[in-house]
């Protein structure tokens, strides 16, 4: 079992920056791609970005995902915010590599809330 809390949501300007944690507690950190996705109310959730076990950190556009295992955490810094980036940013743990598809994760955390003012 992984226990997942994500942290350090809140209300942004668009154009700001927010950097998301999500720590783990359980099992072998380590062992498990983290993924971050973005959920809007009465969509499916959105894959936003994830990092492999051993992956320090990737960057992809306007975000930054980084990881360290020494502490069980997983960062996902979001840059230059739209408001499109609104809604409930969850971070969840998968056994095997990396996948954009929730169906591969198995564990998940309740979600933070960003909110991008325009």
């Known amino acids: 079992q992984v226990h997942l809390v994500e942290r350090g949501g809140g209300t942004v300007e668009a154009g700001g920056s927010l950097t998301l944690s999500c720590v783990a507690s359980?099992?072998?950190?380590?062992?498990?791609?983290v993924g971050w996705f973005r959920q809007d109310p009465g969509k499916e959730r959105h894959f936003v970005m994830a990092?492999?076990?051993h992956a320090i950190n990737t960057y992809h556009a306007r975000f930054i995902i980084s990881r360290d295992n020494a502490k069980n955490t997983v960062y996902l810094q979001m840059n230059s915010l739209k408001p499109e980036d609104t809604g409930l940013y969850v971070c969840?743990?998968?056994?095997?590599?990396?996948?954009?598809?929730?169906?591969?994760?198995?564990?998940w955390g309740q979600g933070t809330q960003v909110t991008v003012s325009s």
């Open positions: 969840a743990a998968a056994p095997e590599g990396m996948s954009v598809n929730s169906w591969a994760y198995d564990y």
């Open positions: 359980g099992r072998t950190f380590s062992d498990y791609t």
């Open positions: 990092i492999s076990r």
